[in-house]
C-alpha cells in the first residue's frame, strides 16, 4: 500500500503567493498533475493541513477543484492557518468528519490494510498545536477499537519539540496524546507544520514530520532558529507498507525550480 502525505499547501486568494515569495497555487496544480501520472498510483492522498493561508474562501474553492482532477481518494485535516468551518464544508468530500466529535474535524479510515486516523489539532487564532479534551476521548476509544492494525495516525501540528526555535511552541496535551499513543504500539503518528522533513521517536513512538509543498524552513537550531524559509522543490512523503512494515519515503517533485531566500516569515518579501 502507498500513501502519499501532502502538507502545508498555503494556498491564497486570487492564486496570490504565499508570503509573498511562493507561487502555491502553481504548485498545487504541478503536485496533482505528477500524482496522477503516478505508476503504480498511490492508494491515497493525505493532506495533513494548512491547505489555505488565510482560510480564505476562494482558496479551498480552487483546492477542491484542483483536488478533483484525482481520481484516487483525498483526506484532508485543518492546520493553524485554516479556517475549521470553510475545509469542513467547502471540502466535505475530502474529510468525512465523524459528527461524535464535532466541531473537530476528526475521522477514520478503514478502507485499506492500513487503518488512517485523521486528529484535528488544530485552534482558532491559535499556531501551536493542541489536543482538545473531547479529541482526546475519541482518539483513546478509536485506537482502542482496533489494535491489532498497523496504523498511521495523522495530526498536523507535531508535540515534540525540534530545536527549531520560534517553531518549538508548547502542544497543548503533549503528556496525554503521549500517553495515548503509547498504549497504543500498532499507532505511528504523522504530522506537518514544520515545514521540514523530522523523523524522530517520541514518548516510544515513531513519529515523522512531512516536508512542505511551499516555504521549506532554513535548518536553523539555535533559540531563535525557525523565522527563515526558502523557494526550493516541492516535496511529500510516501508511506509504503510492504511485509508487514511502513517505510516513510522523503520525496520531491522532478522538475527545474527556482531557488531563492531565504525570506523571513516575520518579515516577508514585499
Not at 500500500?1 to 492564486?15: A, C, E, P, T, Y
Not at 468530500?93 to 478502507?111: G, I
Not at 484535528?120 to 482502542?144: C, F, N, Q
Amino acid at each position: 500500500m502507498r500513501i502519499v502525505q501532502l502538507s502545508d499547501l498555503h494556498v491564497k486568494s486570487g492564486r496570490a503567493y504565499a508570503f509573498n515569495a511562493a507561487d502555491s497555487s502553481s504548485v498545487l496544480e504541478e503536485t496533482v498533475s505528477h500524482l496522477a501520472a503516478m505508476d503504480p498510483a498511490p492508494d491515497c492522498i493525505v493532506i495533513s493541513g494548512d491547505i489555505a493561508e488565510h482560510g480564505e474562501q476562494d482558496a479551498y474553492d480552487f483546492a477542491r477543484r484542483t483536488l478533483e482532477r484525482l481520481r484516487i481518494p483525498v483526506y484532508v485535516i485543518p492546520g493553524n492557518h485554516d479556517n475549521r468551518e470553510r475545509l469542513r464544508d467547502t471540502l466535505r468530500a475530502f474529510c468525512p468528519a465523524d459528527p461524535a466529535v464535532a466541531p473537530y474535524v476528526c475521522y477514520t479510515v478503514d478502507a485499506f490494510p492500513l487503518r488512517l486516523v485523521m486528529v484535528d489539532s488544530s485552534h482558532p487564532g491559535s499556531h501551536s498545536g493542541h489536543l482538545h479534551a473531547p479529541v482526546a476521548r475519541w482518539l483513546e476509544k478509536t485506537l482502542a477499537a482496533n489494535t491489532c492494525m498497523p496504523t498511521l495516525v495523522f495530526m498536523h501540528h507535531p508535540p515534540f519539540r525540534s530545536a527549531l526555535g520560534v517553531m518549538d511552541e508548547p502542544f497543548q496535551g503533549a503528556d496525554e496524546l503521549g500517553a495515548i499513543l503509547a498504549a497504543n504500539p500498532q499507532a505511528r503518528l504523522c504530522c506537518g507544520h514544520m515545514h521540514r522533513g523530522i523523523a524522530t521517536t517520541w514518548r516510544g513512538v515513531t513519529g515523522v514530520v512531512c516536508p512542505p509543498l511551499v516555504l521549506p524552513i532554513v535548518l536553523d537550531l539555535s533559540p531563535g532558529g525557525g523565522d527563515l524559509f526558502t523557494l526550493g522543490p516541492p516535496s511529500y512523503l510516501l508511506h509504503h507498507y510492504f511485509d508487514g512494515q511502513i517505510n516513510a519515503h522523503f520525496c520531491q517533485l522532478p522538475g527545474t525550480w527556482e531557488y531563492a531566500g531565504p525570506y523571513s516569515f516575520s518579515n516577508p518579501p514585499a
